[in-house]
């Protein structure tokens, strides 16, 4: 199992989807307020379709406060000024994937404390950065990958409508 954490999420459709991927993967969705919408935003309903029922997701009014519920874990900080790639992470069960606003990402003092955990996503040259919900679905199957998808169908099996 897999924590998802989204600090200060903005875009309703990112967390929709982000709710999605967490439902689908088996992962815990921690969300660290404000938030900038609505949680009964239609739009937000709209992409986390009816996983609703299957997605894990807690609150937290601070990045502090997640801190204190989990002292022990490990947490990599997903940002454009990570040093190391995410790939190069070794991620193991329970770790935190954390993930901060569309328009600022994770605050500095965050990063610079964090340091040696902040990875990266490579991409082309001068671009910003990915959209926040393929960034935590790609994040997301690489640290299962690494645990060799543990607890998720990978038999190939159809089990619903979708591709």
């Known amino acids: 199992m897999i924590n998802i954490v989204l600090v200060e999420p903005e875009i309703p459709q990112n967390t929709g989807n982000i709710i999605r991927t967490c439902a689908a993967t088996d992962s815990v969705l921690h969300i660290v307020r404000p938030i900038g919408f609505d949680l009964s935003d239609k739009h937000l309903k709209r992409a986390g379709l009816d996983y609703w029922t299957y ?3 807690r609150f937290y009014d601070s990045i502090e406060e997640l801190f204190e519920k989990y002292p022990n874990s490990t ?3 997903f940002s454009t000024k990570g040093k190391k790639v995410y ?4 991620y193991k069960n329970g770790d935190f994937l954390v ?3 569309e328009t600022r990402g994770l605050p500095e003092p965050l990063l610079e404390k964090h340091y040696d955990t902040t990875v990266r996503m490579p991409m082309k040259g001068n671009l910003r950065s990915l959209n926040l919900s393929n960034t935590v679905a790609i994040a997301v199957y690489e640290a299962l990958r690494q645990q060799d998808f543990a607890g998720l169908n990978t038999e190939g099996e159809l089990t619903g409508r979708g591709y």
Do not use: E, M, P, T
């Open 55 to 57: 997605a894990d997701f």
């Open 75 to 77: 947490f990599y900080f």
């Open 99 to 101: 993930f901060g606003k």
């Open 87 to 90: 790939s190069d992470a070794k």
